[in-house]
């Protein structure tokens, strides 16, 4: 059931979700966290569609605050606060207030969500859209835990990341990180197939996505070899290719759903790696709520490292001087198809020294 | 798990978004054309599949009687994973499972069939990069036990080359009494390691089973109250409202206690009676589990603490159903119970003089499985005798199946001007603070076998612990009077509330 309330107040709307909840007939309810999307009137219908998918696995309050624009000096003066109460079927498991907050109030959201928390439960917001450079810092992100962002929305999703690495405290997560979670844990099973040592790496993409980054920076971390970032036309990530020391493993994503996995010496093998909608991104995100290190790791390696294999190579400094030369060459020895010789800087280093 | 595992520079247990994934393995299920084998272990092969936790390269061969090809094979996996699989049917998984899929077609006494299967282990290993990983999953009669070991110990399928595993999964029932249970447990140590034999009790693959040592050993809040000073006594509970149905060739002559009691219901009672274990892996577990089946005493008039029932023909849900004795192939003689309520106690210091019931029957009102921690009585009471006339006693009652979740009970005052005290329920349901799905028994427990993880999985001892506390139960059956006989869809015979009764205590009802 749906209660709305014009020009209203928290308390008021606490009161909604009482008589709301009395109505339906479950006066308990088991809710989990409190889920707060900052959104704008655009893509609210999206997001809060997705985390009430989410609160399937996750019940939730769900809050969504929506700022709206005010469009003429008599808006902008008058601070009002309306507010959507849903309960039941139409809240996905859990309950939902839309708020829409207008004039002065905007700068003042936390005071309007504080009250409507669910008590000692966890706090998460989400930014599906236009996320504060730095979350911790900001008023809605200083109630939470956790603060879920999304560079891939970001106008330039690159530089974004150096930003988001400048200002992480722990709770930060991002939803592009999020989302390589099936590759990472293919290409770790992959290495669990064979006994070999990775000597460099190359992540290949559309342009524009920062998944991709990450993803490379993440194998840069914890390889401690020089990764190359190459671009292709996408579906988002198409592949990692790395060089062994038995040879290459590449695993390929053509179309966006089925991807193919070739170890040298063994036959290829098909693996599902679906791209995953954003309801399934943020139910994953829920599933753990303490700080996720291995992403502030892998986010503070640092965007401008990638590529550059010399100062990536954190345990062979004697590359430094050598990558550039040798760059191009080792490009077009190791990636033969035509979307990665396209790509950015070629600047992958030599090999190791062959046996 | 395999030894390059430490090595991967990608794991790192920090990491704890990355799944934990199977080594490369493949699975060999004997008796796939069975039951079990479509609506629970294709199903659960497909939903690990999904979520990502199988490995690259994953196989899975089926070995039956049935003249079938690979496609047939393949086919009829999936339309057992499209009718029973609890996540949705995506393709391109089923792209990924369908190439390391093969059928091997043959008899348990056919030497062919067996050099067959080694040769095409052989082939997966090059073609899928097995890597020699196998796990053979009997789901097949107990009594081919025997015989399917020994063909893979003659066919050399059970031998473990260096850094690669063979493991054998067995299913209930572990024999039928603690001879048979010792000797079917030779037979299969003889050719598998016994860390390498992996006993399914699928109740302890259910979350809220691993739930109970969540909500006993994380919390500080029952642990203290968890002894014979407050606890009154305790209810475990495994009610079915089905009947027999055409199993009427393997329950004949088993009967409930050795069907459930046997295994399910005193896994579950270790479980809520174990004391804390110094740690969660398998070794210690096991430990404290068989430490408390051990403690296990009978009550010294079998008689009077022991009832065994049949159902009788009645209506269950609204539909008329027949007695056991006209069920189809039952000898209308036949001793056989399907209905089992016994008295345990157990000697040590936290449980002393602390009854566990424990019950279980087909027929019964409606299909349900909980453990009921029964608190007593407060001491004294303030209140006059009116005001908590309706009071009964505290229970925290885990409810394992359906409609998983945790129920507490207590007192309240009833809103009014007058005094009066009322029993009221605060209830935990997964479904509502977690999952809508949590995943199946048998998702976890493939998993955990391909992982080489034996938490979840009952030891030699403790299925021979548990035979030893059946065992002179059913002596005593055996030799004294018959079933007594109850109406279908009612909570059983009125013995067993006579039973509950002469202790001054009474029967949930669940």
Redo the contacts between chains.
Sequence with gaps: MKIDLTDTTSSKINKALVQGRRAIGTP?????LTLVLVTDEENQYDALKAANDAS????SRKLVVVKRVSRSPRDRAKARLDAEVRVGADAG?GETVVLRLYGDVIDHAQSVVLPLLLPDAPVVVWWPVNAPVNPAKDSLGKLAQRRVTDTYSAENPVEELTARADAYTPGDTDLSW?RI??W????????????CK?TSVEVEGEQHNPSCELLAMW?AN???VPVRRGVSAGPGLTAVRMETSCGPIKLDRADG??AT?S?QG??D??????RRDTAELIA?ELR?L?P???YAASLRFGVHRLGDGGRAALSAPAYATSSLASGSAATGESSGDSASSAATPATMPKKASPK | MTATHGANPLRDAADRRLPRIAGPSGLVIFGVTGDLSRKKLMPAVYDLANRGLLPPGFSLIGFARREWQDEDFAKEVHDAVKEHARTPFREEVWQQLVQGMRFVQGVFDDDDAFENLKATIAELDKAQGTGGNFAFYLSVPPKFFPQVVQQLKKHGLADQKEGSWRRAVIEKPFGHDLDSAIELNKVVHEVFPSNEVFRIDHYLGKETVQNILALRFANTLFEPIWNRSYVDHVQITMAEDIGIGGRAGYYDGIGAARDVIQNHLLQLLALTAMEEPASFDADALAAEKTKVLGAVKLPRDLGAHTVRGQYAEGWQGGEQAVGYLQEEGIDPRSKTDTYAAVKLEIDNRRWAGVPFYLRTGKRLGRRVTEIAVVFQRAPHSPFDHTATEELGQNALVIRVQPDEGVTMRFGSKVPGTSMEVRDVSMDFAYGESFTESSPEAYERLILDVLLGDSNLFPRVEEVELSWKILDPIEHYWDKHGKPAQYESGTWGPVEADEMLARDGRSWRRP
Excluded: F, N, Y
Excluded at chain 1, 269 to 274: C, E
């Design positions: 308990a309810i088991g809710m989990v399937r696995e996750h019940p498991t999020t979670t099936p990472r844990s293919m290409v770790a099973a992959a290495l669990d197939q064979v006994d990775v194998l914890r390889l401690r759903s089925l996995l170890i063994q036959p093998r098909a693996v599902a790696l679906k994953e753990r303490d996720d290190d291995t």
